[in-house]
């Protein structure tokens, strides 16, 4: 279940052998993803719920109150909580960026996905980090686990340079 407009959650979620469902959000109500319409789109073979908060492209920000609602619908019928948080540290006004994992007493089963390459301005790096209880954590860890075995060339040449190497015959010195 993703509340759509949403940028390319689709091949991720279809990957993982799933359907994507999206929930629109209108223009005229600021984008706001209504729990009510949420929850009207959930069915049996619902198991996720993900959010971008805040959301690419719209820049739309959940409440503190919307996103404990949207937390308590996904509670009440037991689906996991996907978040993608990459995009934190670019709200300017409005109510203010709340990451899901400050409401996780009215549901435990989040995940939270950022991204230091957006936050960080790492561009190409592809660096994140994953935040969420250890019982959801083996299956990230699996479906990365082989996928996720190199990074950029930028990366470790920043990293030899952050530890002093010239970036030529450092084995051998």
Request: glycine share 6%; proline share 8%.
């Given at each position: 279940?993703?509340?759509a407009?949403?940028?390319?959650?689709?091949?991720?979620?279809?990957?993982?052998?799933?359907?994507?469902v999206?929930?629109?959000?209108?223009?005229?109500?600021?984008?706001?993803?209504?729990?009510?319409a949420?929850?009207?789109?959930?069915?049996?073979?619902?198991?996720?719920?993900?959010?971008?908060?805040?959301?690419?492209?719209?820049?739309?920000?959940?409440?503190?109150?919307?996103?404990?609602?949207?937390?308590?619908?996904?509670?009440?019928?037991?689906?996991?909580?996907?978040?993608?948080?990459?995009?934190?540290?670019?709200?300017?006004?409005?109510?203010?960026?709340?990451?899901?994992?400050?409401?996780?007493?009215?549901?435990?089963?989040?995940?939270?996905?950022?991204?230091?390459?957006?936050?960080?301005?790492?561009?190409s790096?592809?660096?994140?980090?994953?935040?969420?209880?250890?019982?959801?954590?083996?299956?990230?860890?699996?479906?990365?686990?082989?996928?996720?075995?190199?990074?950029?060339?930028?990366?470790p040449?920043?990293?030899?340079?952050?530890?002093?190497?010239?970036?030529?015959?450092?084995?051998?010195?």
């Open positions: 279940m993703v509340p407009p949403s940028y390319f959650f689709d091949g991720m979620i279809r990957l993982a052998g799933a359907r994507p999206y929930v629109p959000s209108d223009e005229s109500r600021g984008w706001d993803h209504v729990p009510t949420v929850e009207a789109a959930i069915t049996p073979a619902t198991r996720a719920l993900l959010i971008c908060n805040p959301n690419n492209p719209t820049g739309y920000v959940p409440s503190r109150e919307r996103l404990r609602q949207l937390l308590i619908v996904a509670a009440r019928h037991g689906l996991i909580v996907f978040s993608d948080e990459s995009y934190e540290r670019y709200v300017w006004d409005g109510p203010g960026y709340v990451p899901q994992m400050l409401l996780r007493d009215h549901h435990p089963d989040l995940v939270t996905v950022t991204s230091l390459s957006k936050n960080y301005a790492f561009t790096w592809r660096v994140g980090y994953v935040h969420a209880p250890a019982h959801l954590l083996e299956p990230v860890h699996h479906a990365f686990e082989w996928d996720a075995i190199t990074s950029s060339s930028t990366a040449r920043s990293d030899s340079a952050g530890a002093g190497w010239s970036g030529c015959c450092w084995a051998t010195a």
